[in-house]
């Protein structure tokens, strides 16, 4: 009973590790090479989601003073303010992947790296 | 792409997707947003007009000279600030120290720099996702 | 082959992961590690430092301003890689 709460209490953890590992198989298992670049950005929404979720207090309200209330028990707000550099990475390594993807499409007509690296061998011999 | 219904309903919904950008970039400092949601909402809103009417005539309303400006001004403007804080204070982005208009707690006009520092980063990331899909799209 | 290899592997990965919730503290405790001193500050001194509501806003425009001023360079260098890569539309060009 007390590893159903964990799982309950931590289910946010669990679905970023989750995510990391679907992120990663597409990587691994993939050989199309567009594919492989959203199973990066599945891997990156998974480190954000974890560390956004550190930051997480039970009960607390949104990082965004009141005048009217004023109460001081917000959540964390470093994480989600790093998280935003973060997110700005994120883009600039898809927008940079995609474009030497187009490169790579213009000289060799495909994406699959398998026929990448035998048009290669056959270019070598 | 010639589609009756995504051009009407892209003509009608324009307006209101990059009003609620400016709203979201003018109120970063008060409510959840900034200039990076924001600029990133506008920069949509082109991008919905590229896929609907076409690269020619996002072009012509907003050629990539204006992009490219608007980009390299963001970050001059972001380091213009900093070095008015240092002018006045020797402190880099200097806020209060500088002597930056303060302005009442919660209203539109308060934080000093905070807001001149958002609706450049507003611009800057707008004309980036904005010219970062023109270049990727634009190659045959 | 390689295919269920790899599954067996990533499973065993996760199982890594997930034991390692033991370690950790409990999500939305107050008494995590995370919740420090730091970020006690930036709650409290927000409001006299830089008089707007919204913290984060505070945190990455004035307390950390030169990190976003970083950030807003990567941007422009991200542009600047897919420019050198692709290369300039000729049609741009010559307008």
Request: proline share 5%.
């Given at each position: 009973m007390s590893n159903l709460s964990t799982i309950i209490d931590n289910i946010n953890y669990i679905g970023a590790f989750t995510l990391f590992i679907i992120g990663l198989y597409t990587v691994l298992t993939h050989s199309n090479l567009l594919k492989r670049v959203i199973g990066v950005n599945i891997m990156e929404t998974a480190v954000f989601l974890f560390f956004v979720s550190i930051g997480y207090i039970r009960g607390a309200n949104a990082p965004i003073i009141n005048p009217e209330v004023g109460?001081?028990?917000?959540?964390?707000?470093l994480p989600s303010a790093m998280i935003l550099t973060g997110i700005v990475v994120a883009v600039s390594i898809t927008a940079y992947g995609l474009s030497l993807l187009i490169r790579l499409y213009k000289d060799y007509?495909?994406?699959e790296l398998d026929e990448i690296i035998k048009k290669e061998e056959i270019a070598n011999e | 792409m010639d589609d009756l219904i995504v051009k009407t309903v892209t003509k009608l919904i324009i307006p209101f997707i990059q009003l609620y950008g400016i709203f979201v970039i003018l109120h970063g400092h008060l409510s959840p947003g900034g200039g990076f949601a924001g600029g990133a909402i506008i920069g949509a809103s082109f991008i919905l007009l590229t896929l609907a009417f076409g690269i020619e005539y996002t072009k012509s309303i907003l050629s990539a000279k204006v992009t490219e400006r608007v980009e390299i001004g963001g970050v001059i403007w972001y380091i213009f600030i900093g070095l008015i804080g240092i002018a006045i204070s020797g402190v880099f982005l200097g806020n209060r120290v500088a002597g930056f208009p303060m302005g009442?707690?919660?209203?539109?006009?308060?934080?000093g720099m905070i807001s001149l520092i958002t609706i450049g980063i507003g611009l800057k990331v707008a004309s980036t996702m904005i010219s970062l899909f023109h270049h990727i799209i634009e190659e045959d | 082959m390689k295919n269920y290899l790899i599954l067996i592997t990533l499973t065993l990965l996760l199982i890594v992961l997930v034991s390692s919730l033991n370690e950790m503290p409990v999500m939305g405790d107050i008494a995590s590690p995370a919740y420090n001193e730091v970020a006690e500050y930036y709650i409290n001194n927000t409001q006299e430092d830089t008089?707007?509501?919204n913290i984060i806003s505070a945190i990455i425009t004035d307390y950390r301003a030169f990190d976003t001023l970083g950030e807003t360079t990567v941007l422009f260098t991200s542009i600047t890689a897919v420019v050198s890569v692709l290369g300039f539309s000729i049609k741009d060009k010559k307008e």
């Open positions: 109460d001081t028990f917000f959540v964390n707000p007509g495909t994406l | 009442t707690f919660g209203s539109v006009i308060s934080g | 008089n707007i509501t």
